[in-house]
């Protein structure tokens, strides 16, 4: 089975606009590479979008850059300014602290 990494964005209201690939560039802060972005999905009047990155996105450090002016709300107005959230990717952080450890075990056993 192949590994999909993805993240979820959530706003503050619901957007109206269907974003694109377009929308969205990742890098890898590493190696200053660009990310390949399989698809962004998103249901119109929601505030999550969901963006899926390549299977073999490898583990490392990442930043995403949502365009401001292809993200509106409902009443059209624009973000003010581009959205940028740095992540990192490690398979097995279950919970997401760039470490694997007991915890992340843990929460494994719970959910077995």
Do not use: C
């Not at 962004?40 to 365009?67: E, F, K, P």
């Not at 107005?77 to 959205?83: E, G, Q, R, V």
């Amino acid at each position: 089975m192949e590994w999909s990494p993805s993240v979820v964005l959530r706003f503050s209201e619901a957007i109206q606009k269907k974003l694109s690939l377009s929308s969205v560039s990742i890098i890898n802060t590493d190696t200053n590479q660009a990310v390949p972005v399989l698809r962004v999905t998103q249901n119109i009047g929601d505030d999550r979008v969901t963006i899926v990155l390549a299977n073999n996105t490898a583990a490392g450090q990442y930043r995403l850059t949502l365009t401001a002016s292809d993200v509106t709300d409902l009443a059209g107005n624009n973000m003010a300014s581009d959205y940028i959230y740095d992540f990192g990717l490690l398979p097995a952080d279950a919970d997401h602290s760039n470490t694997i450890d007991i915890l992340d075990f843990n929460i494994l056993a719970k959910n077995f």
